[in-house]
């Protein structure tokens, strides 16, 4: 589950963590992929697909303005189904 980090969101960056999946499919983790949209479309684009860590710090974005975010695991195999999705409020 993809959640916001209160503690590192402000005005112009959010940061997101989630719980790494219970199973890895028998490959471990390698990175993660994040992808964020401006709500409410579904028009996603990637934030970075090389997170290596369960966390990551969204930057570059516009106070004001509602986000939505989603993770993707990645392992030998390839890329996990999406994670849940979570909507914050830049600001």
């Given at each position: 589950?993809?959640?916001?980090?209160?503690?590192?969101?402000?005005?112009?960056?959010?940061?997101?963590?989630?719980t790494p999946g219970a199973f890895d499919g028998g490959s471990?983790?390698?990175?993660?992929?994040?992808?964020?949209?401006?709500?409410?479309?579904?028009?996603?684009?990637?934030?970075?697909?090389?997170?290596?860590?369960?966390?990551?710090?969204?930057?570059?974005?516009?106070?004001?303005?509602?986000?939505?975010?989603?993770?993707?695991?990645?392992?030998?195999?390839?890329?996990?189904?999406?994670?849940?999705?979570?909507?914050?409020l830049a600001a």
């Open positions: 589950m993809i959640e916001n980090n209160a503690a590192i969101t402000t005005a112009y960056q959010i940061g997101l963590q989630w471990p983790v390698i990175d993660y992929r994040v992808s964020y949209a401006v709500y409410p479309s579904t028009d996603f684009v990637v934030f970075s697909d090389t997170v290596t860590d369960d966390y990551v710090t969204v930057t570059g974005l516009d106070a004001g303005v509602t986000y939505t975010f989603y993770a993707e695991a990645r392992n030998l195999v390839g890329y996990s189904p999406l994670s849940d999705t979570v909507t914050v």
